[in-house]
């Protein structure tokens, strides 16, 4: 079985991609296995980051290399937060001042009580070493609107504040199972899945 380091110090991500992966080829662990800081998130773009981030993983272990960059982007405040999603009150902020700044800035720029649209964007890079000039690129995308006051305990970052089109429940309410198979990552994962059978069988 080949080990595979997941370009993240963020459990939860590890978790949902092992449960999403189908296959037995491949042992995840995250960058915390091996004391590695993150790389700092310099790209403009969601491709830009992962790549970013699965290029310096696979240098710093010397293992393949999986990348993730993901977040929300709300059509009224032009993309906002994007790929600043996780740090978007603040380096070190928390889901919650994350999820609070966000309502607060919908607040201050909605102009009457139609649906706020949004839409959840993930991006997954695989590579196989630092040199590797082909990387395998896959991407999902969830669309929905903001509702206006977080609802349900499951989930994580911006969750309880997303309700998926066609669904009466937010992100966070969904069971774990139904959400994998619908949500951005989840699109991301069948893309990437897809691919690396394509590629190695």
């Known amino acids: 079985m080949q080990t595979v380091v997941v370009a993240t110090h963020n459990d939860n991500k590890v978790r949902e991609l092992t449960t999403l992966l189908r296959t037995n080829s491949f042992q995840l662990v995250s960058l915390k296995e091996f004391s590695i800081p993150s790389v700092e998130e310099t790209g403009s773009t969601f491709r830009e980051n992962a790549l970013l981030k699965a290029e310096y993983a ?8 999986i990348a993730d960059d993901s ?3 709300v059509d009224i405040l032009e993309g906002e937060p994007g790929v600043r999603s996780a740090r978007y009150a603040g380096e070190s902020a928390t889901d919650t001042e994350n999820v609070q700044l966000l309502l607060k800035r919908l607040k201050d720029n909605r102009v009457n009580n139609s649906p706020i649209s949004a839409s959840f964007h993930c991006v ?3 590579m196989q070493s630092s040199s590797d ?5 896959a991407s999902g995308t969830w669309f929905g609107h903001i509702v206006d006051a977080p609802r349900g305990n499951g989930g ?36 990437l899945n897809q691919q690396l059978l394509s590629r190695f069988g």
């Open 133 to 137: 000039l082909n990387p395998i690129v």
């Open 58 to 65: 696979t240098k710093h272990t010397n293992l393949p290399a």
């Open 124 to 126: 997954l890079v695989f």
């Open 156 to 191: 994580f970052g911006y969750d309880p504040i997303f309700q998926p089109l066609g669904s009466s429940k937010t992100a966070a309410e969904l069971a774990p199972e139904l959400k994998s198979q619908i949500s951005h990552r989840g699109r991301a994962v069948a893309d």
């Open 71 to 73: 977040g929300l982007a």
